[in-house]
């Protein structure tokens, strides 16, 4: 029925069906929320009304007020659920979605209802599940209801009244309905109630257009069952919605590391089974999915579960899009908190912060507020920053201080390119870090990587256990041509990736791509230690010599006077 339905018949049906609901409306009410929505004209309106008569999804009567007018009903969009069971059919409905909101309503919230959708229907799967067991074993239905309804048959407590079919089911009341299922879903699952008092329905539909939009987003994901669908795939789902939008954040100040580099700082640090892997930037914790898919993909998914994933955030929202996020990849041995991590880390152990076994971020470039007088109202100031304070202006060399001091082995930060080359404070923290061999590679991506800045960023290593045959040396990479060009932004394939992942394990010169410098030659730099200072990748042009030129020349001006003699003999033969 609603197959037979263009997607502009649709988009229209979902906004009547959001501002009517199920009460009756004439024509020209119809004409002037259409007119106004979408620009439609009167004949326009008369089409896509015989459209929805066709479809079944129109109810026409005669207006009881008046004989010679009809009224209209709209018929619920009922579908066939279709099971979603691939990366591409998800991303085909969040596509859709996003097309409904554009950028006219906070995209966190198509997350939430991903998440609320996914976490509903997973009840509903493992309840089905138990209470087939449950029949089979001759209970009678209405005990086999009442157990498999149990708390302890699901990873996630789940009120009925509250699944997803059952808040559908009353269309003028879903802001109501989700919002109440927030406090009690909060209430029964503490551990995750960070999660659901980031997100008030009340507020969000107190705009009638957001009402409206809500109705549509319900509906559009009702009509999919993701009873079936994998936790990679749900993730990959939410990490799609996150780079989707990610441009339009980008202009409000969030920032969204691509995955690529994300997948390149991860390659290089190579974490293992049982290590702890630390964010102390966490954002929507994309470092710390990446470093797990990592060891799920090289030791299996057994292994993965052995890692213990910490991360702390500023932003109480920020902290759970990231806690969802891990949830729907499926993942569950992670220990997230929040708050200023530069002048309050959660994280400690007996008198001193946590150490851990590998730290990643691409903490806020730059960041102003973090002046000496600051951090000192902190916790931990001493053990953190025994470099150095810098200015109040960029805080990129104490977020680098913090990452060293939390780290037992390897540290990657991806930062400001300015980080590794400017002077006054910074320099005179860098050359303390690098007198103390801290510094193991200096990699120069490509520009326009990023969707906040076209500007050119580096990803520095630091280890605290080098090696005997890299003790003295850093290894600096200008990977800045090691791109694939896409339409606004670059991108790093497979490939380029790779090659510089080789490049930092072989640790040696390599032509217009890489250099091994010692402290010596670091000190003689002034501790500058951008990779484009030592390495350049531009072609020398090559000139010919001068005296090969004239000769060259000389033989093309002898073999003009030829052929002129040539030409000459023949006009005095004519």
Known sequence: MAKELGQWLKRRYLRLLGNFKDYPFTFEQAFEFLNKEFNDSREQVKVIFSEFNKAGLLIIDKNPEDAREKIYKLKPLIEKI????????????????????????????????????????????????????????GWEEAEAIREASSEHYHAFNFPQEYLWENIRKDPQRISEKFSMAMKKLAELNPEYQDIFSQFDFYQFTSNPENAIILNQLVELFSKFSFKEISGDILGDAYEWILKYFAPTKAKEGEVYTPREVIKLMIEILDPKPEKYIYDPALGSGGML????????????????????????????????????????????????????????????????????????????????????????????????????????????????????????????????????????????????????????????????????????????????????????????????????????????????????VNAYHDFKDIEKFAKVITIEEARESDYNLSPSRFVSVIEEEKYRPISEIKSELKKLEEERKKVEERVNKIIGEI
Do not use: C
């Open 82 to 137: 279709n099971h979603v069971t691939t990366k591409d059919d998800l991303i085909n409905l969040l596509k859709q979605a996003a097309d409904l909101i554009r950028t006219r309503v906070d995209y966190t919230f198509i997350l939430l209802l991903l998440f609320y959708k996914a976490y509903s229907d997973k009840w509903q799967k493992e309840f089905e599940e138990e209470k087939e067991k449950l029949l089979k074993k």
């Open 289 to 500: 999915i990446v470093g797990y898919k990592f060891v799920e993909e090289k030791y299996g998914k057994e292994k993965a579960n052995t890692l213990f994933l910490y991360g702390q955030e500023f932003n109480p929202k920020t902290l759970a899009l990231a806690k969802m996020n891990m949830l729907l990849h499926d993942i569950k041995n992670f220990y997230f908190a929040l708050g200023d991590t530069l002048r309050y880390p959660k994280f400690k152990e007996k008198d001193s912060i946590k150490k851990f076994d590998y730290v990643i971020a691409n903490p806020p470039w730059n960041q102003d507020g973090y002046d000496e007088d600051s951090l000192k109202k902190g916790e931990y100031w001493q053990e953190r920053f025994k470099y150095g304070f810098a200015t109040k202006q960029s805080a990129d060399w104490i977020w680098i201080q913090h990452m060293i001091a939390s780290a037992k082995e390897k540290v990657a930060v991806v930062i400001d390119t300015g980080a590794v080359s400017r002077g006054g404070r910074e320099k005179l923290i860098r050359q303390k870090i690098v007198e103390d061999d801290l510094i193991e590679a200096v990699i120069l991506l490509p520009e326009k990587l990023f969707y906040n800045t076209g500007a050119p960023a580096v990803i520095i290593i630091f280890n605290k256990q080098k090696p005997p045959e890299k003790k003295g040396k850093i290894l600096l990479i200008n990977a800045s041509k090691e791109f694939e060009p896409a339409k606004k932004q670059n991108l790093l394939s497979k490939e380029n990736i790779q090659k510089i």
